[in-house]
T-cell receptor, first 110, second 116 residues
Framework: GQQVMQIPQYQHVQEGEDFTTYCNSS?????IQWYKQRPGGHPVFLIQ?????EVKKQKRLTFQFGEAKKNSSLHITATQTTDVGTYFC??????????FGTGTRLQVTL | ETGVTQTPRHLVMGMTNKKSLKCEQH?????MYWYKQSAKKPLELMFV???????ENNSVPSRFSPECPNSSHLFLHLHTLQPEDSALYLC???????????????FGPGTRLTVL
């Protein structure tokens, strides 16, 4: 079946440092979504990427879709304690088996 | 909130009990989902319903039985569960499943299930 690995599994940063999580698929994707789950909460949609090489920004968050549409990244500039949580990529689309990535848990300390 | 509610929020049951989880969405969506979240498998899709019809069953054991009486309600009936079934069960909904590649999922708060 479809394998969706995210790396790293866990990262601990100090506030103000940057953070990046990578999502890698074994198959070419039609689109990819990113979700964030705060501790004790539920996943919340962040963004969707559709085009090869697409880059989207949301304030300090930058999302990128790989040229081959097999990988994606989420980069946070100057992390804040409010960024704490687990970040999941999600593979959807009509041709895909719905699959969440393994997730990257981010811990931010002062 | 997201417009997706789940009850109960916490459930403790024995292996011989029968219980049901309920999910309701107030977003006018046509697709609803059950996910299992545990330490071993962060977000594991269980079932998908689109327009009340089950479209995906991700090889879930028969001790989990879904029911979707209408597009707004989704149930997960539980019987003779095992301790390893203890997890957070999340319900989600989206506008559609199958017609568009761009559906966003809206999640409920989840039911924390403990099987003794």
């Amino acid at each position: 079946g479809q394998q969706v690995m995210q790396i790293p599994q866990y990262q601990h940063v100090q506030e103000g440092e940057d953070f990046t999580t990578y999502c890698n698929s074994s198959t070419t994707l039609s689109n990819i979504q990113w979700y964030k789950q705060r501790p004790g909460g539920h996943p919340v949609f962040l963004i969707q990427l559709v085009k090869s090489g697409e880059v989207k920004k949301q304030k300090r968050l930058t999302f990128q879709f790989g040229e081959a549409k097999k990988n994606s990244s989420l980069h946070i500039t100057a992390t804040q304690t409010t960024d704490v949580g687990t970040y999941f990529c999600f593979l959807g689309g009509t041709a895909s088996k719905l699959t969440f990535g393994t997730g990257t848990r981010l811990q931010v300390t002062l | 909130e997201t417009g997706v509610t789940q009850t109960p929020r916490h459930l403790v049951m024995g292996m011989t009990n029968k219980k049901s989880l309920k999910c309701e969405q107030h977003l006018g969506h046509n697709a609803m989902y059950w996910y299992k979240q545990s330490a071993k498998k962060p977000l594991e899709l269980m079932f998908v319903y689109n327009f009340k019809e089950q479209t995906e069953n991700n090889s879930v054991p028969s001790r989990f039985s879904p029911e979707c009486p209408n597009s707004s309600h989704l149930f997960l009936h539980l019987h003779t569960l095992q301790p390893e079934d203890s997890a957070l069960y999340l319900c989600a909904s989206s506008q559609d499943r199958g017609l568009a590649d761009t559906d966003t999922q809206y999640f409920g708060p989840g039911t924390r299930l403990t099987v003794l």
